[in-house]
């Protein structure tokens, strides 16, 4: 165990005053600490390679070493600008990057994090960046020793931290928005209305798990559910590969925070204009699964922004109110279509979690 406190206090000792980064569950009780810092100390980022970016200029324009935070599923986003940007063979710009070891060989976890989990050390090894473990309070020496290392040689230096690692001596606060309609009770109604040979691609986190969990609980059927357990942010591209070669209506259950970190294929999906595309942002503006920090996708206008990129129509739910109006046009709508749903930070409680993938998979190819 280690104290969230001490790790920030042996960064400042060390220089290091600049976070940026993606939320991750295991280092949500650091970016808890640090999420009211000022924007000139830090930035939450929409994806970990612009986090790596970010961390880059900050240290061209201040020549500090900056920590970028990120799990390590989100490696692969980061890999681009660390090799063609910092490493010592081109610009030779220290960081240091704090990874979640999602799928450590010592922590029973999900299939997808274990693949991760299980290549994350190798994968360091591959791109030369030197890193420690941290797993308790002693292990802040080699995290010191390798900030050195990396200050003096120009290099990217990481460490390593497991589930339940992190503790704070301070009980953090989680902000709930107590506004609008629960994710669950979107997707409970959402289900009534969905044609029944119709297809479903959903984004990682709390909705898949809530998807599968209501279909279980309604015994619904309408439609064939693909849960993405992980590639956050692509959701959107799975949706329109599937679109390209069917006729069936195919809706995309995405996320503010999965939207952003990949905002391109919209463009994509409003150039190509599938008739069948239907596509669905439930917005409550945070992170929620990982801690519940902030997206910011509050202050964009989604309208603005769909009709912008191409899609044909755009609807909007903030309540309950004209909920099943709204819904029917949405669904009678041509594509492609975007609907933003405002949602509160809740889930249901006591979620599971898909299972058997390779099952899942087949059901949902099946005619």
């Known amino acids: 165990m280690i104290f969230v406190e001490n790790l920030i206090n042996t960064l400042k000792k060390n220089k290091i005053n600049f976070f940026t980064g993606v939320p991750d569950s295991i280092l949500t009780n650091l970016s808890k600490k640090i999420e009211n810092y000022s924007i000139k100390r830090h930035v939450i980022a929409t994806n970990e390679g612009s986090a790596?970016?970010?961390?880059?200029?900050?240290?061209?324009?201040?020549?500090?070493?900056?920590?970028?935070?990120?799990?390590?599923?989100?490696?692969?986003?980061?890999?681009?600008?660390?090799?063609?940007?910092?490493?010592?063979?081109?610009?030779?710009?220290?960081?240091?990057?704090?990874?979640?070891?999602?799928?450590?060989?010592?922590?029973?976890?999900?299939?997808?994090?274990?693949?991760?989990?299980?290549?994350?050390?190798?994968?360091?090894?591959?791109?030369?960046?030197?890193?420690?473990?941290?797993r308790n309070e002693t292990d802040l020496l080699s995290l010191k020793k390798i900030i050195k290392e990396a200050r003096k040689n120009k290099k990217i230096v990481a460490c390593l931290i497991e589930k339940g690692t992190l503790k704070s001596k301070v009980k953090l606060k989680k902000d709930v928005v107590k506004k609008y309609i629960s994710r669950a009770d979107f997707i409970e109604k959402f289900l009534k209305f969905v044609p029944g040979n119709s297809k479903i691609i959903s984004t990682t986190g709390y909705t898949s798990r809530e998807l599968m969990e209501l279909r279980k609980k309604l015994n619904n059927?309408?439609?064939?559910?693909?849960?993405?357990?992980?590639?956050?942010?692509?959701?959107?591209?799975?949706?329109?590969?599937?679109?390209?070669?069917?006729?069936?209506?195919?809706?995309?259950?995405?996320?503010?925070?999965?939207?952003?970190?990949?905002?391109?294929?919209?463009?994509?999906?409003?150039?190509?204009?599938?008739?069948?595309?239907k596509h669905i942002i439930l917005n409550n503006n945070s992170h929620e699964s990982v801690g519940g920090q902030l997206t910011n996708a509050a202050g964009i206008d989604f309208k603005k922004l769909s009709i912008s990129v191409g899609y044909r129509n755009f609807f909007k739910i903030n309540s309950k109110h004209n909920f099943q109006k709204i819904i029917k046009k949405f669904m009678q709508s041509k594509g492609p279509s975007l609907l933003e749903v405002r949602t509160k930070n809740s889930s249901l409680k006591n979620l599971s979690r898909p299972k058997n993938l390779i099952e899942i998979k087949k059901r949902f190819m099946e005619k």
């Open 52 to 134: 790596v970016s970010i961390g880059i200029g900050h240290y061209l324009s201040s020549k500090k070493m900056p920590c970028i935070y990120l799990q390590n599923s989100g490696l692969s986003n980061a890999i681009n600008p660390l090799i063609s940007i910092a490493s010592q063979e081109v610009y030779s710009i220290p960081l240091l990057l704090m990874i979640g070891w999602r799928g450590s060989p010592n922590v029973p976890d999900e299939p997808q994090h274990k693949a991760k989990g299980k290549i994350t050390r190798s994968l360091l090894k591959l791109l030369n960046i030197k890193y420690c473990i941290l």
């Open 221 to 277: 059927k309408n439609g064939r559910d693909f849960y993405m357990v992980g590639g956050m942010g692509h959701s959107i591209s799975v949706a329109l590969g599937y679109a390209l070669n069917s006729k069936r209506k195919i809706f995309c259950l995405d996320g503010d925070g999965s939207i952003l970190m990949h905002l391109g294929p919209v463009r994509t999906v409003g150039f190509i204009k599938n008739n069948n595309f």
